[in-house]
């Protein structure tokens, strides 16, 4: 069986307005993806800076 195309992370902020889910690459162990979400600050600013800091992340594979 090869690994899916690609999986679903759920990445998640203290405040939860910010909770989005992404797809990253299948080829990626869910140990990797949490690794690089969680505990990561990024800019989720739009026109001004918004720095927010991952506090979780949950990856799904895909059922592709």
Same mark, same amino acid.
């Given at each position: 069986m090869t690994a899916?195309?690609?999986k679903t992370?759920?990445?998640?902020?203290?405040?939860p307005k %910010?909770?989005?889910s992404t797809?990253?690459?299948?080829?990626?162990?869910?140990?990797e993806v949490?690794? %690089?979400f969680k505990g990561k600050v990024f800019n989720l600013g739009h026109i001004e800076d918004d720095m927010q800091k991952c506090v979780e992340c949950e990856?799904?594979?895909s059922n592709l």
């Open positions: 899916p195309r690609f992370a759920h990445v998640k902020f203290a405040d %910010y909770n989005y797809s990253v690459n299948g080829k990626l162990s869910d140990e949490i690794s %690089y990856v799904e594979p």
